[in-house]
């Protein structure tokens, strides 16, 4: 079985300061983890992914995210802030084991950037 | 090129009314899934198809159901619709079926359910 725990349903940072969201996984298997974002109104997007590769893994837009087996995290951060950062973040975690549990997503942290 | 389309983007229906929501994959994408987005949480897993077939499915009733065409688009059917159903769908396709390849979202089917 797989879950994903997001610690903070909303982080609120000013614009040029550094982004943290923190998530947590379990999974069975050596799993493969993902962050989505979504802006109002529009679909998800794959910001960044983790399959046992670079442990430290950057992604679109400034985004990386360190996979930490030993405290099965797996934190997105951003160095500086931007308005068009403000969305809702998903952390999602995919059982790599071959088990056809889909994608599991965390409940999303929405992310606020103050002027 | 176009990305993964769904139609309709809105819908309502009455309770105990059935529905079909349908989703275009990226060209040469085979494998199709299906998600549920209740209003403040994150999506539900519902269904994934590869190559015409089922290869999982979520903690759903069976009065959802599904299905993939030879072109690998594919069709949601939710049956006695409740107030509950009320979400955005979310399809999404990918080349492969393994669940580690990179899904491509589209933008959903907002269900109201009254």
């Known amino acids: 079985a797989q879950s994903v725990t997001q610690l903070d349903s909303h982080v609120s940072v000013s614009e040029g300061t550094p982004v943290l969201l923190r998530c947590n996984y379990s999974s069975s298997y050596s799993p493969s983890l993902f962050w989505y974002v979504q802006h109002p109104n529009k679909g998800l997007q794959l910001l960044l992914k983790?399959?046992?590769?670079?442990?430290l893994v950057k992604g679109i837009n400034g985004f990386e995210a360190e996979f930490k087996k030993s405290e099965t995290s797996f934190h997105l951060t951003k160095p500086s802030a931007h308005m068009s950062d403000a969305a809702e973040y998903f952390c999602v975690v995919s059982d790599s084991g071959g088990g056809a549990d889909g994608l599991t997503f965390g409940k999303g942290t929405h992310l606020i950037i103050q002027p | 090129d176009a990305g993964v389309t769904q139609s309709p983007t809105h819908l309502i229906k009455t309770r105990g009314q059935h529905v079909t929501l349908r989703c275009s994959p990226i060209?040469?994408?085979?494998?199709v899934s299906w998600y549920q987005q209740v209003l403040g949480q994150g999506p539900q897993f519902i269904f994934q198809?590869?190559?015409?077939?089922?290869?999982g499915r979520g903690n759903f009733p069976d009065r959802f159901s599904a299905r993939q065409f030879p072109n690998y688009s594919s069709e949601l059917n939710v049956n006695a619709l409740l107030l509950g159903d009320s979400a955005l769908y979310l399809c999404a396709s990918s080349l492969l079926g393994g669940q580690s390849v990179q899904a491509f979202f589209g933008q959903g089917t907002r269900l109201t359910v009254v």
């Open positions: 060209s040469g994408h085979k494998s």
């Open positions: 198809y590869y190559e015409k077939e089922e290869r």
């Open positions: 983790y399959t046992s590769a670079a442990t």
